[in-house]
């Protein structure tokens, strides 16, 4: 006889069927001669072979014993129930006997797998629903349960709870629909099943719990049945239930509907969640492949490594249970099991990107669930990506694995709080495709016209946040892609810049260009706009509303919190630069032809963008190199003058021209004593050149006393107004002025200048302005520069007004103006009195032979103290770029006039007050970035290190470059410093290494707790007392996180000297070992150009070289100084 009719499903494939008797019911003594099926799930008996629906059906999970019981019986024992049936030989009885002994056995190995045998009920499958329903031809009530694609019949609810039914239906021959208000049928092609329910809306409820199961069986189980080949994937990876029929396509884990409905609340940022039996196009032949090779089995010996049974899941797990385990397991990787190069992101990208092109999928899943970067740089610009690796060797299940999980986030212990970084928001799904024309990526700037023929033609689909460039539209494997997430810059040259009319450049976070070119420019602006959305978060999509030359995120400081660099988001268009900031109010754009400085601090690698603009101070910092150059080109020369008429120039403060400003605050600061200022001529090929520098870029100008003579400024100044194309009166309106000079009555006169001013633009307007009032100063010192009103008006009409000297008028309206200055500009007592007090200013500094050079703003002025804060030991100090510790530390001394004994290990410390602790600068640490970091609790102090030397003597004793051992602990679990901080110090154990600390519970536990990456530490000596901590000797380690986020631990040791201990060994992992300055750093410390003012060189006293001697001495011999003891 062929397999019956239905009843069977591909998945549970029979094991055993033939005919048997079974014991007669009660009151009888005939057998009755039953066909049997036994397969993996149920023992079933019907009344011929023929039939799709069982008599009976015993779950074989309740089936707690089979016994021989003679004359070829054998007993089936449930808990509650037995069935004895009889064979047709011992041969037969034992066949049956051993089969369904073997099937207990491997649902109850499936059951401790699945932990469903916790549950009580047998299967592991909830139902979709279950209840009471009449069933014609049956005198009572039965009771129905919908699970997954069947429809289970039994006797009464009792018997569901044992697992022994009636029949089911499996519901791909089935069909359901309503008879009438009550009442609905359940068709097969063997028999109509006609249910009554109680109410209408019980119907309602069934139906569609009918039309589910339906749904589900029809749902291909081809995939399921392939992928659950494998054996670990036939239980859930994260609950164990049975016949899980979801999948993570990018986690590589097969799941069921439950732990599927939390997969997706993780987002597919983590789990990309699709139906075994419903995404049938998900499923190509390399995703089951890889299904097959990693599935459950690999996967939870990575991700769930180290799971305690504490933590671990049920299928019956709650919602919010599965959650927290889930958010663990994949969104923190906290069971993982760590890959040996954890944390070090170099070796883990060299390690991905041998791991693709070798078959060893497991590897990859762990390099890259432990960090690695998806898009690393392979280093080989023929295959640059780990994906462009793997396809190269061929390793078509790598390419598979790497492609969907491309935008997969790399699990973080510490994501515990919500994330609020602005690149965690889904992004809005854009998409296009097209051609493009693209050249191969560099690694620099484009300095060059890029011929037409180095473009390809390549089918670029922009989708899901990737943008993929293919060989041609049918290709199925892109060439190469650029995360959305990973841009940090979209560029679009001006047209024709390349071979290609329309280009834009696209920047990666790994500092690679790529060149896009087209030749329509409607194209062009289209893939723009696409890539921009794809890439700025709805935070930032103002800047999206108007066109763009550039656009991106930089980190940047500004306004009031210039303690830590953030992410911002810019664009650039015309002299434009518009910024959105994560924190804070939206900000007015910049003008950058406006600004009053703009300048690069810091040195080659890393460099300080300064904006100046009248009220803010922009600080744009070059972290990555390769968009902040980009970005730097593109902000010079929109900050740069447009031509030679005085509203191109670059304005500065009050719209003057910063050429303007420059020169008149020189003359102002040095000029205004010297004899003959603006009479006397600079020598004509220095005020040439001055004048040039200047008409290219005025702002990055430092006029210098002592550089340039301030009559060649002077002269520069004149030449640059005679020049000017229209005048600084305007050809227009010039007779206008000359004509107002010869009115008679002064009140009269002196309003028409009125008139005419408000009629000039309002850059020459401004101009004007501010050199007459200069003028009026000049006049001032008269007594000392012989330049006095009639005198300077000689010189400045004709300059003004562009005439040859004869016509009197031009000099008598530069005379007019500065004699009525106040009057005709308006020019309050409150204005007036600032002047007075600026030219006092001027004028005692001068006495005092303290004037520096012209102060430009973004010069830091710091307050450092000497020995410790108070009014009388602050020292005022201008900070160059260049600036280190060491540098600041000897200046102050030597500006103190402290001289420097043997083992004074004078150092500079930051002193946070609100924390108290302090922290020494390393000597060569720039003060800078340092003093950028400072909070308003914060300052500098210059004193001896005393634990210096015990330190050094340390360092010198001991082997290796490591220290473990336990230490008090405490977190800062406050939020944004506000509530209090909770929990108290708590014994740990820590190790720490030339790369990490690592804290352990204890010292046999075998993975750490926490680990933090030493260079990014900061160690504060001192730990605040309202944290009680347990003993005196205690530190401050600050984190600051790639989001900056700043995470702060307290640790306490149990002495002084286990203190020094640990601090020195901070200091030298994080300075390679270089704690002290040595011989020759010191003595080759060369002049900083930059140095500013009247500041003296750092001179080098008889004690400092004493110094110098023992230090040196240390290095050489560090025993010598034990000597010394
Ligand atoms: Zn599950």
């Keep these: 006889m062929d397999g019956p009719p239905g009843g069977t499903t591909p998945i549970t494939p029979v094991i055993k069927a033939g005919w048997l008797d079974k014991n007669p019911p009660q009151g009888s003594y005939i057998y009755q001669k039953r066909w049997v099926r036994l397969d993996a799930d149920h023992l079933r008996y019907f009344d011929s072979n023929k039939d799709a629906y069982s008599k009976r059906f015993i779950s074989v999970a309740c089936i707690s014993r089979v016994a021989a019981i003679g004359d070829q019986k054998f007993e089936v024992i449930t808990n509650n129930r037995t069935f004895a049936f009889r064979a047709e030989n011992d041969v037969e009885r034992k066949e049956w006997m051993q089969a369904l002994q073997q099937a207990m056995a491997e649902q109850r190995a499936r059951a401790r797998l699945s932990s469903a045998y916790l549950l009580g009920v047998p299967g592991s499958e909830q139902p979709d629903r279950a209840g009471s329903l009449e069933l014609r031809g049956f005198k009572n009530k039965l009771y129905v349960a919908v699970v997954g694609d069947k429809v289970q019949l039994y006797k009464n609810r009792e018997e569901y709870q044992l697992g022994i039914g009636i029949t089911f239906i499996d519901m791909s021959v089935g069909n359901v629909k309503e008879v009438d208000r009550r009442s609905f049928d359940l068709t097969t092609p063997y028999r109509i099943f006609s249910f009554s329910a109680d109410s209408e809306l019980e119907k309602e409820q069934w139906l569609e719990a009918m039309q589910g199961a339906i749904a589900e069986a029809l749902s291909t189980s081809e995939v399921a049945e392939r992928i659950w080949a494998a054996a670990p994937n036939r239980f859930c990876a994260d609950c164990g239930a049975a016949q899980p029929d979801w999948a993570s396509i990018n986690l590589c884990v097969v799941i069921c509907k439950r732990c599927a409905g939390e997969h997706r609340g993780l987002g597919a940022g983590i789990s ?26 690999a996967g939870n010996r990575f991700w769930a490594a180290n799971v305690p049974p504490s933590e671990a899941l049920q299928p019956s797990s709650s919602p919010s249970t599965r959650r927290c385990h889930l958010e663990a397991k994949y969104r923190e990787g906290k069971y993982r099991r760590y890959h040996p190069l954890f944390g070090n992101q170099e070796e883990l990208d060299k390690a991905l990107c041998a791991a693709v092109t070798t078959t060893d999928l497991a590897e990859t899943q762990a390099l890259l669930g432990c960090g690695a970067g998806i898009s690393c740089f392979s280093g080989d610009p023929e295959a640059p990506t780990p994906l462009a690796l793997a396809e190269q060797a061929g390793q078509t299940l790598q390419m598979e694995f790497l492609r969907n999980n491309r935008t997969t986030e790399v699990p973080r212990l510490d994501s515990m709080k919500p994330l609020e970084k602005h690149y965690s928001v889904v992004l809005p799904t854009v998409s296009h495709s097209g051609f493009l024309y693209k050249t191969a990526s560099a690694g620099k700037l484009l300095q060059d016209r890029r011929a037409r023929e180095e473009f390809s033609r390549r089918w670029c689909v922009l989708s899901d946040g990737v943008l993929s460039y293919y060989e041609n539209e049918r290709a199925v494997s892109p060439n190469g892609e650029i995360r959305a997430s990973e841009i940090v810059c979209l560029a679009v040259p001006p047209p024709d810049t390349h071979g290609f009319e329309h280009t834009f450049e696209v920047y990666t976070e790994g500092e690679r260009l790529y060149l896009f070119g087209l030749e329509s420019a409607e194209q062009a602006h289209e893939w723009v706009t696409c890539i921009a959305k794809a890439f700025v978060p709805p935070l930032a999509e103002d800047l999206l509303a108007c066109d763009f030359e550039r656009l991106g995120r930089l980190p940047y400081k500004a306004g009031l919190s210039l303690q830590r660099a953030q992410e911002g988001w810019f664009s650039l268009s015309g002299s434009e630069l518009r910024a959105v ?33 009248r009220r803010r101070t922009l600080y744009i910092q070059g972290e990555r190199r390769l968009d902040f150059m980009g970005w730097l080109g593109a902000i010079q020369k929109a900050a740069a003058s447009l031509g030679d008429t005085l509203s191109e120039q670059q304005l500065g403060d009050s719209d003057i021209p910063v050429i303007v400003y420059r020169c008149v605050d020189y003359i102002t600061q040095c000029g205004l004593t010297s004899e003959g200022i603006y009479r006397k001529c600079g020598q004509t090929s220095k005020t040439q050149r001055l004048l040039e520098s200047l008409r290219q870029d005025a702002r990055s100008v430092h006029l210098k006393e002592g550089e340039q003579h301030v009559d060649d400024v002077s002269s520069a100044l004149k030449r640059f107004l005679r020049d000017l194309p229209d005048g600084l009166f305007t050809r227009a309106q010039r007779l206008a002025w000359l004509e107002a000079s010869e009115i008679e009555d002064e009140e009269e006169k002196v309003s028409r200048y009125r008139e005419l001013l408000v009629r000039l633009p309002p850059v020459n307007r401004a101009t004007v302005k501010a050199l007459i009032s200069h003028l009026y100063c000049v006049q001032c010192f008269s007594d000392t520069n012989q330049m006095n009103v009639h005198n300077l008006a000689i010189v400045f009409g004709p300059t003004l007004f562009q005439t040859d000297g004869q016509d009197y008028k031009a000099g008598r309206v530069v005379e007019d103006l500065i004699n009525h200055y106040v009057v005709v500009f308006s020019v309050d007592e409150e204005e007036l009195r600032k002047q007075r007090e600026e030219i006092t200013a001027i004028v005692k500094m001068r ?3 303290t004037a520096s050079g012209t ?9 450092v103290y000497l020995e410790e804060k108070k009014a009388e030991t602050e020292q005022h100090i201008k900070i160059p770029a260049s600036m280190t510790a060491e540098e600041l530390t000897l200046e102050i001394l030597d500006r103190r006039n402290v001289g420097i004994r043997e083992k004074d290990y004078w150092t500079c410390f930051e002193v946070n007050e609100r924390e108290e602790a302090e922290r020494p600068l390393h000597f060569a640490e720039k003060v800078l970035p340092i003093l950028h970091g ?86 504060y000596l001192g730990v605040k007392k309202k944290l009680r901590p347990p003993t005196c000797w205690g530190f401050t380690v600050v984190h600051e996180t790639e989001k900056h986020e700043k995470q702060q631990w307290y640790l306490c040791c149990d002495t002084q000297m286990e203190l020094r201990e640990w601090f020195a060994t901070f200091l030298f992992v994080q300075h390679d070992g270089l ?19 009247s500041v003296s060189l750092i001179p080098l006293r008889g004690s400092e070289n004493e110094m110098r001697r023992s230090v040196a001495a240390f290095t050489s011999d560090p025993l010598s100084l034990l000597r010394n003891v």
């Design 855 to 863: 102060q430009h703003a973004g010069d830091f002025i710091c307050t």
């Design 934 to 1019: 400072l909070g308003t609790d914060s300052h500098l102090v210059v004193k001896k290190h005393q634990a210096m030397e015990a330190m050094l003597l340390y360092l010198a004793s001991r082997v290796g470059d490591t220290k473990h051992g336990m230490m008090k602990f405490r977190e800062d679990r406050s939020l944004l410093g506000l509530g209090l901080p909770s929990g108290g110090f708590h014994d740990r154990y820590f190790i720490l290494n030339s790369s990490c600390l690592r804290l352990y519970k204890e010292v046999r536990s075998h993975r750490p707790e926490k680990e933090w990456p030493v260079k990014s530490l900061k160690v």
């Design 1075 to 1093: 704690v002290w300055p040595s011989e020759p750093s010191r003595v080759s410390r060369a002049v900083p150009e930059v140095r500013l003012g």
């Design 581 to 613: 900031f994560p924190e804070g109010p939206c900000e007015e754009p910049l003008q950058l032809r406006k600004l009053q400085e703009l300048s690069i601090q810091g040195d080659s690698e890393n460099q300080v963008l300064v904006l100046v603009e």
């Design 847 to 849: 006495v005092a032979g």
């Design 272 to 297: 990309k969640v699709r139906s075994l039996k419903m995404d049938r196009k998900v499923w190509t032949e390399t995703l089951i492949q890889l299904f097959l090779q990693l599935g459950n089995g």
